[in-house]
């Protein structure tokens, strides 16, 4: 469970103060999938920094399975857009995934069968032994989704993870992380430009005004649970949801 109460965080420095989120105060409950979408620079990168104990807020608070954030949570993991840069490259793929488990003090044995459970479950159990620049975008993705789930986290955040790979191979990664979700039951909080994809994945849509943010719209996503590419994208409800989530962010979106 995610809980934002009157989160509000300014950045200043070097002579110049940015109010990066305004007044945000929703909840995500245990087990729930929300999407977050809003405006370029409406702060959704700090909100999840903040999630996750790596920035502090300027005030208010965020509490992470009930309990106020202050430094990285335990059970709450993030996988973040630039793939690239949050694996080694150094170390082979078991062994970037199952290094929080290390640094958790996990015996090998343990660790070994985790990493090996969440590599099958993104699809990439014969990939154990690369490293990840062997690996195409899409597979390197998989590697930190599978790295998130080995740690067996509570909360899973995600910022953007496929902002950067091509159209088909989002689509897979979408449903890998629906079929992850509805598999080991965490509490999901995914960040994205993307209207249809927040609308395809989420149970909920959390729109955010343009900064100093506010949630400008919460949604619940009404379509059926089990969702695929082709049905769910052509269903007319899902084509009135994306509609009403668009105009929200027009309205909502900084004069130019
Ligand atoms: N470390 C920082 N120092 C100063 N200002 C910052 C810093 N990080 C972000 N900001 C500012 O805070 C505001 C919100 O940034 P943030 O990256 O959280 O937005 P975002 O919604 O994730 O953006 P985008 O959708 O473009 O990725 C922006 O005006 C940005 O310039």
Known sequence: M??????????????RRV?????????????????????????????????AGLLPATSGEVLVQRTPVTAPPPGLAVVFQ????????WLRVRENVELPLKAQGMARS???????EALAAVGLSDAHGAYPWQLSGGMQQRVAIARAIAYQPRVLLMDEPFAAVDAQTRADLEDLVRSVWQRFGVTLLFVTHDI??????????????????????DLTIDLPAERDQLTTRSDARFTELRGQVYAQIQKVKAPA
């Open 2 to 15: 995610l809980e934002v109460k009157n989160l509000h965080k300014v950045y200043d420095g070097h002579g």
């Open 19 to 51: 109010t990066a989120v305004g007044d945000l105060t929703f909840s995500v409950p245990e087990g729930q999938f929300a999407c977050v979408v809003g405006p370029s620079g409406c702060g959704k990168t700090t909100l999840l920094r903040v999630l």
């Open 82 to 89: 630039e793939y690239g840069r949050s694996l080694f490259p």
């Open 110 to 116: 343990d660790r070994g069968a985790l990493a090996a």
């Open 196 to 217: 249809d994809e927040a609308v395809y994945l989420g149970q909920r849509v959390i729109v955010l005004s343009a900064s100093p943010t506010t949630v400008a719209q």
